[in-house]
C-alpha cells in the first residue's frame, strides 16, 4: 500500500489535505501524532520541499515551524524570496522517530526509500497543483523523491536544473536542508550556502 490508495482524483490543495489527514500509506502513521501536509500560497512561483516533519511540527501540524523552519525562514529573507512567493512541503508527511520510553525525547529518524516512495504520490499531486516556476529540494531524501539519486547537494547546488519528471518538464535547485546547516562546524558559511542556492532559485522565477 502507498498514498496513491488515498489521493483523490480530481481534489483541489484543501481536498488533498483534508484527504491526506486519514494516510495510512505506510506505517509512520501510527506513531506519529498527525499528516504534516504543506503550507503556503497555493499559487506560489517557488516551492521548497523538506524532508519529513520534525518534533514541534507534528505537534503543530504544519512544516517548518521548529528550529530549522525559523533558519529557513532567515534565508529566504537575505535572498530577497517574498513569503506569498513560496509554498513548502515535505516528500514525508509523518515524522519517523525514536523513543526509548513514552514522555522521553523523540529523536529524528531518516525515513527510509521505502516511505519517500509510499509518500511520493502526495507530493506529485500538490506540485501539479501549485505548479511552481521552481522546485527547491532541500536535502537528500527531497532530492530522491524528486529527482532520483544521482544528483547531490556536494556537487549541483547552486544551480538551476531542468529535468523532465512525472509532473512534465521542470526546474529545480538543490541545497542542503536547514536543520544541516544547524549542525554545521560553520554555521555562518552554511548559512550563506543556503542564502545563495536561493538567490539562485529566486533568479529562476
Known amino acids: 500500500m502507498t498514498a496513491a490508495d488515498f489521493v483523490p ?12 489527514a486519514g494516510c495510512q500509506g505506510c506505517e509512520l502513521w501510527e506513531p506519529a501524532s498527525q499528516t504534516v501536509f504543506s503550507a503556503g500560497s497555493p499559487t506560489a512561483r517557488m516551492a521548497l520541499v523538506g524532508e519529513q516533519p520534525g518534533d514541534q511540527e507534528d505537534r503543530q501540524g504544519i512544516p517548518f515551524v521548529g528550529p530549522a523552519g525559523r533558519l529557513l525562514q532567515r534565508a529566504l529573507d537575505e535572498a530577497g524570496v517574498e513569503r506569498s512567493d513560496v509554498y513548502v512541503s515535505n516528500a514525508v508527511k509523518h515524522f519517523r522517530f525514536t523513543q526509548s520510553a513514552p514522555g522521553k525525547r523523540r529523536i529524528h529518524q531518516t525515513p527510509d526509500r521505502v516511505h519517500v516512495e509510499a509518500c511520493k504520490p502526495w507530493l506529485v499531486a500538490e506540485l501539479r497543483l501549485v505548479d511552481p516556476s521552481v522546485v527547491v529540494a532541500l536535502g537528500a531524501t527531497a532530492i530522491r523523491s524528486l529527482l532520483g539519486t544521482a544528483l547531490k547537494v556536494t556537487k549541483d547546488r547552486g544551480q538551476v ?18 536543520s544541516a546547516v544547524l549542525r554545521a562546524d560553520d554555521r555562518d558559511a552554511a548559512l550563506a550556502d543556503l542564502v545563495a542556492d536561493l538567490t539562485v532559485a529566486r533568479s529562476a522565477l
Open 161 to 178: 536544473i531542468e529535468r523532465e519528471t512525472s509532473l512534465g518538464v521542470r526546474r529545480f535547485v538543490v541545497t542542503t536542508h536547514p
Open 9 to 20: 482524483s480530481g481534489s483541489d490543495l484543501d481536498g488533498l489535505r483534508t484527504a491526506a
